[in-house]
């Protein structure tokens, strides 16, 4: 079983470089995640998707986009990079179901440095 | 959002039980008590969950007060690779499943 799948799993930018983050996962889950956690610290939420076609902002969204084309899917893009955005991105999925409480699956992460 | 108080570090003998406590006394009737863990350098990790009922699975047992106000994550015969920070989080399903990490608890394993 696949899960969530992030690549890369590494990537190094220059300041004012864009990149996309991508992320897919295979369990035919509805709701996807973007967190991103800084040294020492917690995950925050940058942007979530409740359905393919649907996304919204969380609580730190500014310099990130992201587009829910399929359900599988769900890319994080930086457009200017800066050094702030150092950080590692985990994506998540889940499925939510009116029936039952279900967790969310995280990918391995990408680590990004921006120099 | 509820808050969490958690032992910022804790260490255990490899084999025995490892218990992890969690206080959450602002927790609203309808949140899930939530445990994650992190490994060093790996995504969360889903541990167990529960509402008001104690909740055993094959990693964890989850012990919830009667008046739901703090849990106990249980790891029955801690291992090395158990070493990493756990989570409690309140978490409820729905249309805006946001979970919220605070700092957590380094469970060290000691060999």
């Known amino acids: 079983n696949a899960g969530v799948t992030q690549t890369p799993k590494f990537r190094i930018l220059k300041i004012g470089q864009s990149m996309t983050l991508q992320c897919t996962q295979d369990m035919n889950h509805n709701y996807m995640y973007w967190y991103r956690q800084d040294p020492g610290m917690g995950l925050k939420l940058i942007y979530y998707?409740?359905?393919?076609?649907?996304?919204d902002k969380g609580e730190v969204p500014n310099g990130y986009n992201v587009s829910r084309s399929t359900t599988e899917d769900f890319p994080l893009r930086l457009e200017l990079a800066a050094p702030s955005q150092t950080s590692v991105y985990f994506c998540?999925?889940?499925?939510?179901?009116?029936?039952?409480?279900?967790?969310?699956?995280f990918g391995d992460g990408t680590r990004l440095s921006i120099l | 959002d509820a808050k969490t108080t958690q032992p910022t570090s804790m260490d255990c003998a490899e084999g025995r039980a490892a218990n992890l406590p969690c206080n959450h006394s602002?927790?609203?009737?309808?949140?899930?008590v939530y445990w994650y863990r992190q490994i060093h350098s790996q995504g969360p990790q889903y541990i167990i969950h529960?509402?008001?009922n104690n909740e055993t699975n094959e990693m964890a047992s989850l012990i919830i007060t009667e008046d739901r106000k703090s849990s106990t994550l249980i790891l029955p015969h801690a291992t090395l690779r158990d070493t990493a920070v756990y989570y409690c989080i309140p978490y409820y399903g729905g249309a805006t499943n946001k979970l919220i990490f605070g700092t957590g608890t380094l469970l060290a394993i000691q060999p």
């Open positions: 998540a999925s889940t499925l939510d179901r009116s029936d039952s409480n279900q967790p969310q699956h």
């Open positions: 998707s409740v359905g393919a076609g649907i996304t």
């Open positions: 529960g509402l008001k």
């Open positions: 602002t927790i609203s009737g309808n949140e899930y």
